[in-house]
């Protein structure tokens, strides 16, 4: 069971790896779309992510066998992905991909619930489950950076094919029927408003408010750090760009040695400090003599990420009440992926379109170092807010950190 579910993971995070990587790319560089245009394609899944709570548990949870949303969920997002995938026009593109982020954002969740229904004890089980999305990411960045097939509509064709695969696989996974099919409904089940009260608190609120700020730098990164690496000539940057996943996984395996040694609030500093130096790597590096420093921006990745997202979820845990951890968690959720991540993908498309320029063939070309510079600086200004206002009430000596291993980042590329 344990393997079926493993493979499962895999096709599902593929899915999402094939096509949202490299989409700024197409866009920018085949179909010459704006800065804020390609900004707004990226921000597509944020909206996914705001809305899919409110139908994904009432699917799963109170009508329907999983498997059978997820192929129906899978199949409609493998047909909306061929139309994406023959469109040119940005309206058509646009709303094209809006409602496939609909289709593919509750699937996130839906896996990891079908997931933890047939595992014995998930803090112990599921991490090593959920650990091959992030390898099924990886591989099929390794296989577009290494088909060359970055600037085309390809990426999209081969996410419909992953998506059918998926589709079939799951009718053979075993059933897994709504738990809640006789309880009524209520509208505060899906929303995570009953959190809110948590972040009268100073600290809380600090981190919330941190969260939200952090994401919209973090989504120049996603949305435009695969254009940047192909216009400044980085061969297989797909490719290369699986080096974040990778280190996601290793930070993951340090997080309990440096928690004990530097607690909450230095390790999220430290994580938004990797986000300030990830950015100047990029502003200053080259793909020749300074490529190191490219590669360094890269694989910054795994700190940027689990040292703030992860280590935020360690925090949320810890404070939160017990019968409002899960609410709290999608709270936060809410206002990062969601807000944070919607938010920078229309501040991140307005910078890249500020420093862009078009040549007499009509190539548009990028001025990356004061854009990159941007972003540093964004970072840089919530680190400093950060480190100012927020205190951290205990150090932990050693967290529990089985059931966040890799468990709850299902709304993560």
């Known amino acids: 069971m344990k393997w079926r579910l493993r493979l499962m993971m895999l096709f599902q995070y593929a899915i999402w790896g094939a096509w949202y990587v490299t989409v700024g790319t197409w866009l920018g560089q085949t179909l010459h779309f704006s800065g804020t245009e390609i900004g707004a394609i990226a921000g597509t899944t944020a909206i996914g992510a705001m809305i899919s709570p409110l139908f994904a548990g009432l699917l799963a949870d109170r009508w329907f066998d999983t498997r059978r949303v997820l192929v129906a969920l899978q199949v409609l997002g493998a047909a909306l992905l061929v139309f994406a995938a023959q469109q040119q026009a940005f309206g058509v593109l646009y709303a094209t991909l809006l409602l496939y ?29 959920r650990v091959f999305g992030s390898i099924g990411w990886i591989v099929v960045g390794l296989v577009v950076g290494a088909a060359g097939i970055e600037a085309t509509a390809s990426p999209l064709y081969l996410a419909a094919g992953l998506s059918l695969a998926m589709a079939g696989y799951c009718l053979t996974l075993p059933a897994t029927p709504p738990l809640a099919g006789n309880k009524r409904f209520e509208l505060r089940q899906a929303l995570p408003l009953e959190a809110l009260h948590l972040l009268r608190g ?9 969260s939200f700020l952090i994401c919209i730098p973090l989504q120049f990164y996603y949305a435009f750090t695969n254009l940047f690496l192909n216009e400044v000539g980085v061969v297989n940057a797909a490719g290369k760009m699986t080096g974040g996943q990778m280190s996601e996984i290793l930070c993951m395996l340090l997080i309990p040695w440096f928690f004990r040694r530097l607690g909450v609030k230095y390790m999220l500093a430290v994580g938004m400090l990797a986000w300030v130096v990830r950015y100047v790597m990029f502003a200053f590096g080259t793909p020749d003599e300074l490529m190191w420093m490219l ?3 890269i694989i910054l990745h795994g700190i940027c990420f689990d040292f703030f997202f992860v280590v935020g979820q360690i925090y949320i845990d810890r404070e939160a009440p017990p019968a409002l951890r899960a609410a709290t968690q999608g709270l936060i959720t809410f ?3 969601g ?6 993908s229309w501040l991140s498309g307005l910078a890249v379109d500020a420093y862009a320029a078009t040549d007499a063939q009509g190539i548009v070309a990028h001025q990356w170092r004061p854009i990159w510079l941007t972003a540093a600086g964004f970072a840089a200004a919530v680190l400093v807010l950060f480190v100012l206002l927020f205190k951290d009430r205990e150090r932990a000596a050693d967290p529990d950190l089985s059931h966040l291993d890799l468990a709850t980042r299902e709304k993560t590329p």
């Open 202 to 210: 100073r600290s809380m609120a600090v981190f919330a408010l941190a």
């Open 339 to 344: 807000l944070g991540m919607f938010v920078g």
């Open 335 to 337: 206002i990062t992926y």
């Open 101 to 129: 982020s609909l289709c593919y954002m509750p699937t996130l969740a839906l896996t990891t619930s079908l997931a933890m229904r047939h595992i014995d004890d998930p803090r112990e089980e599921f991490g090593a489950i």
């Open 295 to 297: 590669w360094l921006g």
